[in-house]
């Protein structure tokens, strides 16, 4: 529910731009384990703020706050910084690494690197679809 009201606050402000998120799936560096890697899950990102919920490499919902410091126009890249929630391990983790968003046009395609901390997170690349939402 706050999820929804916070999305609707974003895209009803005009002065806003925001792009939906689709999260598509993980490559874990770990190749031992058993992880998930399709990750279907939706999310806004507007004012460098990525917020949305998804399927995780355990098989739980997550969901996620994270800000982004990019750098660049067409090809943005630099670091992120924030939340999830969904594992076993705490209420909320903080979740960081870097980040590579290219775009053409209203599309876009998000990388986002984590990496492994032992007993907290296996490392990962992550991808995300990106659609540029009308004003």
Do not use: C
């Amino acid at each position: 529910m706050i999820r929804g009201v916070l999305a609707l606050a974003l895209l009803s402000h005009p002065a806003i731009a925001a792009d939906l998120v689709l999260n598509v799936s993980s490559y874990h560096f770990d190749r031992s384990r058993d992880l998930n890697e399709r990750n279907p899950g939706i999310g806004i990102r507007a004012s460098d703020w990525n917020i949305g919920y998804y399927l995780n490499s355990h098989k739980h919902y997550s969901a996620y706050a994270l800000r982004s410091y990019l750098r660049g126009d067409d090809v943005q890249y630099g670091v992120f910084a924030g939340g999830v929630t969904g594992y076993e391990y705490a209420a909320i983790i903080p979740s960081f690494g870097a980040q590579l968003l290219a775009r053409y046009g209203d599309y876009g395609l998000n990388l986002m690197v984590v990496p492994s901390v032992p007993g907290v997170s296996d490392g990962f690349v992550g991808m995300q679809l990106i659609y540029r939402l009308p004003n």
